[in-house]
């Protein structure tokens, strides 16, 4: 009987750091908004280089807040288009159907990010904006999808989930002229906490509206208002029938810890990443996922082509691996099923692609170990 229990992600998280920061807010009677929140901000800030990061309590809210403020400060209207992938989690399209607009499909290039060829065929006298996802911490053709809306005079959302810590090689921050950029830091994340997400804005008017709309509509959040002074601290006005999506400091001080081995750990992924490569240089029957040229990726997943995806993920299994599916093709699910057959790169992907394990408890046996079992598997 095999005793191996590989799975796909398990977190490493600091555990007495984590704690030390914790106690802090216990200590001081302050858990919620403000404090380590504030604090998390900007360190984040001063590890991207972006002007604005507001945090908030998961990723999903990030991208349903960036078509929502951006629809409202750019004046789009239902019914308008968003270019988007359809290898993603739900999550990034559901953000466009949360407002209202309508996503339309583009296929997806060898890197599984949007392809700028197929996405100049889905421009519209409607469409405004393309959502690029940095899929497994790939950069893909990131470069030219910015060139596609300077040119046709789109906003840009990023989906960058997976890319905390992915760098250019020149050092720079992919998509830090996006008009918008979501972060995730959900449990098993490169960066992770409990669950939460940031929100960055090139626009630091949208990132005032963002902290207003993700605390209700209020225009002054419970931290200003005990830091501030006089008899009418207490007194703010609601601007908009907002939702309550901000962060708390139990989990930014699980995200300060995260954030200051970030960079290590992301160095560690891409060694387990090359190991892969090696074992499986020269096997025409699996093909891995390479980052893009110019792209230092955080690597969140290490993605591979089999032609017996479905076999072969249940034969891991028997061998004691429990690998992934990043992702199915979204135009399966019902609400999307109008655009289905027009990303066919992108569903051919969803047919046969599988996410190894990927985290920083493998070791150089474990990666050993599962390559020789996919090899041995693999039609």
Known sequence: MNNKNIQLFVPTFRTEECLEQIRECLDKGWTGLGFKTVQFEEEWKKYTGLENAHYLNSATVGLDMAVDILKETKGWADGDEIISTPLTFVSTNHAVLYNNMKVVFADVDEYLCLDPKSVRKKITDKTRAILFVGLGGNTGRLKEIEQICKEHKLSLILDAAHMAGTRYKDGT????????????????????????????????????????????????????????????????????VGHKNHGNSIMASIGLVSLKYLDRDNA???????????????????????????????????????????????????????????????????????????????????????????????????VKYICEMVVKYAQ
Request: proline share 4%.
């Open 173 to 240: 921050l992919p998509g830090k002229n996006a008009d918008c950029i979501v972060y995730s830091f959900q449990a098993v994340k490169n960066c992770p906490t409990g669950d939460s997400g940031m929100i960055c804005f090139k626009d630091k008017t949208n990132d005032e509206i963002a902290r207003k709309k993700s605390w209700l509509g209020i225009n002054k959040d419970t931290f200003a208002r005990t830091a501030g002074s006089g008899a009418y601290k207490w007194k703010y006005d609601v601007e908009y």
């Open 268 to 366: 560690y992924r891409r060694t387990l990443a090359q190991w892969y490569d090696e074992f499986f240089a020269g096997n025409d029957k699996i093909k891995p996922i390479k980052a893009a040229p110019d792209c230092i990726s955080s690597r969140h997943l290490y993605q591979i082509i089999v032609k017996n995806r479905d076999e072969l993920l249940l034969a891991l299994n028997e061998c004691g691996i429990y690998p992934g599916v990043h992702y199915r093709d979204n135009t399966e699910y019902r609400m999307y099923a109008y655009a289905k057959g027009t990303c066919p790169k992108a569903h051919e992907a969803s047919e046969h692609i599988l996410s190894l394990p990927m985290h920083m408890r493998l070791t150089f046996e474990d």
